[in-house]
């Protein structure tokens, strides 16, 4: 057993639920691989688990999804992996808020020279659901508009990124005039601050009162109403987190009265199946960063210790882009 320094959430609430606190890392068994951390992604999920939104599998529990660092042991039946290794891994289940953890081996990614370690945990979580979002859950096309909701947030930043470089015209939504501004500058052609205006209104302008073929939401409970309102006859509203709250059950024959929409609600697990199905999105990711298709502004850079006032941050909308814990 090793010490190393985490944050664990003893009791589901606020961020001050979040203690900073000595835990032991065991040896890795088979099929495992010990991982130093270097550099760990926030994300909103992680406070979807400390606020229990998202089940933990007990408590105290170490939240965090993402992260990348150094492999320093490998377990038996590694052989893809030894010590040394640059790696980076968007988990299963949550434990990443660590100097260190034991991963499965089959949800590590080595990490190209091209990559350093703080953009790998900037960007593998964030970049691998943008695109299963617009390469897996619909497919976007060259000459297409889309809508984008929160399109100044992480994983809204890369879609309209990659959506730009396809040929796909992007329509974005953001809360302040700064914001619009970051999007802009990432592809979104049309910010829309939704504060300010009606955003079915200027989406039905712009579509010439169409609506759009896909909606892409990971806003959720304060938006879907307006994601759905903004998709034209048989468009798709594609929904991958709750961010704006728990979307409420809806009768389906609404579905039917707006113009036989379709609906789905998609999950980064069923796109990441197994390791082959990950390595051939994480090498499309990969590819897109070399290219400069891909670009992740690090926000801000938090200590580990300092995860609290983070999750403050992210929940208060004070960070843009992505934000990174440094253990």
């Not at 890795?28 to 909103?44: C, D, K, Q």
């Not at 990614?109 to 617009?134: N, R, S």
């Not at 798709?236 to 024959?253: E, K, T």
């Amino acid at each position: 057993m090793t010490k190393v320094y985490a944050v664990r959430v003893h009791q589901l609430g606020g961020p001050e639920q979040l203690r900073y606190e000595q835990v032991e890392v065991g040896e890795p068994g088979r099929g495992e691989a010990s991982v130093r951390h270097t550099a760990i992604g926030l994300n909103f999920t992680d406070i979807h688990f400390r606020t229990g939104r998202y089940p933990l599998p007990s408590l105290p529990h170490v939240i965090g999804m993402e992260a990348a660092g150094v492999i320093e042991a490998i377990g038996d039946g590694v052989t893809a992996f030894r010590p040394g290794d640059r790696v980076a891994y968007a988990a299963a289940t949550p434990g990443a808020y660590a100097q260190a953890a034991v991963m499965p081996a089959s949800r590590l990614i080595k990490l190209p020279d091209f990559i350093d370690d703080e953009a790998a945990a900037a960007t593998l979580l964030k970049g691998l659901t943008a695109q299963y979002l617009i390469r897996g859950a619909y497919t976007i096309k060259q000459g297409e508009t889309i809508l984008v909701q929160a399109a100044a947030g992480g994983v809204g930043l890369i879609i309209c990124q990659w959506a730009r470089h396809l040929g796909t015209r992007v329509v974005g939504t953001v809360s302040t005039p700064e914001k619009a501004a970051l999007a802009k500058a990432n592809g979104c052609s049309d910010p829309i601050i939704y504060t300010r205006e009606d955003v079915v209104a200027r989406v039905r302008e712009l579509s010439g009162g169409a609506g759009l073929p896909v909606v892409y939401d990971g806003v959720g409970g304060s938006t879907y109403e307006t994601s759905l309102q903004c998709l034209k006859r048989r468009g798709l509203a594609v929904f991958y987190g709750s961010a704006g709250g728990i979307i409420p059950p809806f009768d389906l024959w609404r579905l039917n009265r707006m113009g036989s929409l379709y609906v789905t609600y998609a999950g980064l697990a069923d796109y990441l199946h197994d390791h082959v199905e990950m390595d051939e999105r994480a090498a499309e990711l990969f590819a897109m960063m070399r290219n400069g298709v891909v670009k992740v502004p690090i926000h801000k850079r938090y200590r580990l210790a300092d995860a609290s006032q983070a999750h403050a941050d992210l929940e208060g909308r004070r960070t843009s882009g992505a934000s990174l814990l440094i253990p």
